[in-house]
Structure formats: structure tokens, C-alpha cells
């Protein structure tokens, strides 16, 4: 059994800075697979922030690239990915969730991906 659990979230004022973890425990296609975030805001559909896979080559949505950074860390067989989020806004508020796709992709739409966490809430007061 694969399970993902966010955490990190938090409340922060507008231009200030939050780091996001995600550890997943159990086996997910060795330690290849991609990992990623996604978001939900309040009335809003799920939408991609950022991607990393296994070679490291990472994929950010448009309103957060230059802002947000992902990392990953499979060392220890601890399978972390982390979300570095600078200058934040109100407008980034949601949920922020992570998940895992298949070795080899880079995915922006959440079909693609096959394991999610519960979510961990992000606030930006203005």
C-alpha cells in the first residue's frame, strides 16, 4: 500500500515564504517515479503547480514559476519531495496536495497520476 502525507502547510503573510513536504511511504515503481504538486483552491478546480522526475528535470505552472521551487530526496529510502514557495501571494492560497506518476513522465494534469496525499492547507493573508 502507497501513502503520501503532506506537510509544511501553515498560515503566512504576502511575501513571505513556506516550505512544503511530502513523504511517501510504500514501494511506488522503485525511486524513478515523478513527483508533483497540485493545488485546490476554495471553489476552484485542482490545478498543477510544479513536477519533478526522476532525473530531476522539474515542470512548473504559469503562475508560479520563478516563485516556487520543487526538490526531491530518495536518500535513505526516506522519498521526499519538498515545495520551496517564495513571494508568496493571497491568490496562492488552496490546498496543496502531492502526488506520484509513472518513471519517465512529467505530467501537468492530474489524470496522469496514479497516488495522492490528503492535502495540506496553505493561507497567504494579504
Known amino acids: 500500500q502507497v501513502e503520501l502525507e503532506e506537510s509544511g502547510g501553515g498560515l503566512v503573510q504576502a511575501g513571505g515564504s513556506l516550505r512544503l513536504s511530502c513523504t511517501i511511504n510504500g514501494r511506488v515503481f522503485g525511486n524513478d517515479y515523478t513527483m508533483a504538486w497540485f493545488r485546490q483552491a476554495s471553489g476552484e478546480e485542482r490545478k498543477f503547480v510544479a513536477a519533478?522526475?526522476?532525473?530531476?528535470?522539474?515542470?512548473?505552472g504559469a503562475t508560479v514559476e520563478g516563485r516556487f521551487t520543487i526538490f526531491r530526496d530518495n536518500d535513505n529510502a526516506k522519498n521526499t519531495v519538498y515545495l520551496q514557495m517564495t513571494s508568496l501571494k493571497p491568490e496562492d492560497t488552496a490546498v496543496y496536495y502531492c502526488?506520484?506518476?509513472?518513471?519517465?513522465?512529467?505530467?501537468?494534469?492530474?489524470?496522469?497520476?496514479?497516488?495522492w496525499g490528503q492535502g495540506t492547507q496553505v493561507t497567504v493573508s494579504s
Open positions: 502526488a506520484t506518476a509513472p518513471p519517465g513522465t512529467l505530467p501537468a494534469v492530474e489524470q496522469e497520476y496514479n497516488y
Open positions: 519533478i522526475n526522476g532525473a530531476r528535470r522539474t515542470r512548473f
